[in-house]
């Protein structure tokens, strides 16, 4: 007796063609930013509400440590020590201290 064949192709497809899109807006996200003048990425500079200001792994889509708000998250400030909405900073609006004191003080290293 042969067995039966499972015909779930259209689901593969399905499944396939959502994680490309997914993929295709994360990279979207991250090239606007990156055009806005984010530095987006691995080493972004962030400003937590009490205006301390840390880097932070920051890859739009991608979330493992805090609650994602699209242009905010909510994310603990290794500074403060405390938890706080943060935003990404553009570094040219920063001094060169500010981005050395920024890149001084790095929270954990997952997104």
Known sequence: MMPTRCHNDGMSRRVVRTGLIIVGVVAGATLIGRRLGYNLGTNTIVRCRQGHLFTTVWIPGVKLKELDLVV???????????????????????????????????????P
């Open 72 to 110: 905010a998250r909510v994310q603990r400030c290794p500074v403060g020590r405390h938890w706080s909405l943060v935003v990404p900073v553009r570094g040219v609006d920063l001094t060169e201290q500010e981005r050395e004191f920024a890149r001084e003080h790095h929270d954990i290293h997952i």
